[in-house]
């Protein structure tokens, strides 16, 4: 069973930056695609980005682009997400996600492509 651990949320003024990490354990996290959503109050579940099992193919929503970065380190069984330009709206819960078969780029920003979820890490962006 794959179990993943969201850190690294928090409260941050906008234009702040914040990096969030996904630490992986019990499954094979070096050949997962990977990706991250986000759940305001009272919306549904917004894929943001993914990345593939190397890291050499990464596919982001329009929304987010230039502003956030998905990067893996496979030696540490670790995602991360670094945010910059933060904005009131980017105010969520977000989640990591993990998808144990191959999947790559835009094919991988559906919720149901995803085996297993972490229990969320909230942001909060003041203005």
């Known amino acids: 069973q794959v179990q993943l651990v969201e850190s690294g949320g928090g409260l941050v003024q906008a234009g702040g930056s914040l990096r969030l990490s996904c630490a992986a354990s019990?499954?094979?996290?070096?050949?997962?695609?990977m990706g991250w959503f986000r759940q305001a109050p009272g919306k549904e579940r917004e894929f943001l980005a993914t990345?593939?099992?190397?890291?050499?193919?990464?596919y982001y929503v329009d929304s987010v682009k230039g502003r956030f970065t998905i990067s893996r380190d496979n030696a540490k069984n670790t995602l991360y997400l670094q945010m910059n330009s933060l904005k009131p709206e980017d105010t969520a819960v977000y989640y990591c996600a993990a998808d144990q078969d191959y999947c790559a780029g835009k094919g991988c920003s559906h919720r149901d492509e995803y085996d297993y979820w972490g229990q969320g890490t909230q942001v909060t962006v003041s203005s």
């Open positions: 990345i593939n099992w190397n890291g050499g193919i990464t």
């Open positions: 019990g499954g094979f996290f070096s050949s997962y695609a």
